[in-house]
């Protein structure tokens, strides 16, 4: 069944080859297609085109699709294009000719676009509930070992004292730089396409605001033709949000790895979460690591892949956009497998309290000598200057202790700030709005 077929039938390798794995990602927007259907049809009986009596019949019989849809049982079946006629066809099967008004007033492009903002809004919320875990887990790690002191590196050479409070909590700042990023292209995202058929509008009286309310839009994309414009553009911009987290996630799992190793010992896995070698008996591999820098490098690649699918497209519809999907719908699952285990990983990690025992680390001590006789009266360059002899000479020597107290030191973390500052981004989101309104929608009448 197409809902664009008339007398001639396509080409059957034609078929196979236009569909390619549409019909397998659009198993991941039904219930975001009947939730449009659904707000869809209430508005066309606001505007008379659905009788009173048959839009109950219609919604009751989409409520039923609904479930099956969140229950994984919807199926696409063999011969059936793609999600939109799915669902038009077990409707005609239920209540005939009624199941064929659904379509007044749009068309599959705005469905499409109205199915792919719905399911990436419910997406982001998943990441964003995610990744407000790991940054818990990193900052609760911080507090934990905030007295543990540890090398800080510039250039691969040892440099500063840092220290675990430092570590964790920096990668739960950046984190939250993250949330900011995904939250601007989930305002991008949370605008209503409905009603922008096939991107040229309708000459039936729709009530698009009415449908921005029924789905908990923050509003519409209000020019019928850049709604449709937005194709591409929304799953780009959400991309460069996941490869943000990514770029995050990856620097992370290389600094584990590598502190994870023989030659550095900083931390250490538990033995349950790593993998051994098929010939050395001693081997204890971070493959976890190692697959999520992979898998957040590939992530780190996905805007890429979506601008080299667009930016040479005018305005209107184009099949290619059919490709986006394909890329952007699993990436989702993937960033998320990943942040779920960082945060397992990160929470389990164990910790070198003694790094600095070591003699190698003395000289990270260096800066701290030159600021404590400055502090005493020397200046700086001249101070600078007489550690560095010492340093030459061979005698150099301190006792180990730092004392910073600036906000975002050693001894000032500024967790709880970091803290404060995730939860305003993430009550941004307002994501109660949209859950009232699905759940409004889905059990109305």
């Known amino acids: ?67 099956q849809a969140i229950d994984g049982k919807f199926e696409i079946e063999d011969g059936i294009e793609d999600v939109h006629s799915q669902v038009e066809l077990m409707l005609t099967r239920e209540l005939g000719d009624i199941g064929k008004k659904i379509h007044s007033g749009r068309s599959r492009n705005d469905q499409v676009l109205v199915d792919l903002k719905l399911f990436t809004r419910d997406r982001i919320h998943m990441l964003v509930d ?61 605008r209503n396409p409905l009603g922008s058929a096939a991107g040229y509008g309708s000459s039936f009286p729709l009530n698009r605001q009415m449908t921005t309310d029924l789905l908990g839009f923050d509003s519409m994309d209000y020019n019928v033709v850049y709604a449709q414009m937005g194709r591409g553009k929304m799953e780009r911009t959400v991309a460069f949000a996941i490869a943000s987290i ?67 497209l005018p305005s209107g519809y184009f099949r290619d956009m059919q490709i986006i999907k394909e890329l952007f719908i699993p990436s989702f699952e993937e960033m998320n497998d990943c942040l779920q285990m960082v945060a397992r990983m990160m929470g389990e990690v164990n910790i070198n309290g003694h790094i600095l025992d070591d003699p190698k680390y003395l000289l990270i001590f260096s800066v701290e000598e030159v600021n404590r006789l400055v502090l005493e009266g020397v200046p700086f360059r001249d101070a600078y200057k007489q550690v560095g ?12 202790k730092v004392a910073h107290t600036h906000e975002g030191s050693i001894g000032n973390l500024c967790n709880d700030r970091i803290e404060l500052l995730k939860q305003q981004i993430v009550d941004q989101f307002d994501f109660d709005k949209v859950v009232a309104a699905e759940k409004k929608l889905t059990e109305s009448r």
């Open 130 to 190: 995610s990744v407000s875990k790991l940054i818990d887990v990193l900052l609760s790690q911080s507090n934990k070992y905030k007295d543990v002191l540890m090398p800080g590196y510039t250039h691969l050479q040892i440099a500063m004292p840092s220290s675990f409070g430092l570590w964790f909590g920096a990668y739960a700042e950046s984190l939250v730089d993250d949330l900011q990023v995904l939250l601007a292209a989930y305002k991008i995202c949370n």
């Open 246 to 312: 990514a770029g995050t996630l990856s620097r992370l799992s290389f600094d584990a790895c590598m502190f994870n190793s023989q030659n550095f010992g900083f931390v250490k896995l538990p033995d349950e979460y790593t993998t051994g070698s098929s010939i050395m008996p001693h081997k204890k591999n971070p493959d976890v690591f190692e697959l999520t820098r992979a898998k957040c490098n590939k992530l780190q690649a996905l805007p890429n892949d979506i601008t080299l699918i667009i930016n040479n």
């Open 389 to 400: 002899l010492e340093i030459e000479k061979g005698n150099f020597k301190h006792n180990k």
């Open 1 to 67: 069944m197409k809902l664009w077929e008339k007398s001639t039938q396509v080409n059957k390798d034609v078929e196979s080859y236009t569909i390619g794995r549409d019909r397998e990602m659009d198993v991941y927007l039904a219930p975001f297609d009947v939730l449009g259907s659904m707000a869809h049809i209430t508005m066309l009986e606001s505007v008379g085109l659905l009788d009173k009596k048959e839009l109950p019949l219609l919604l009751k019989e989409l409520k039923n699709i609904y479930q």
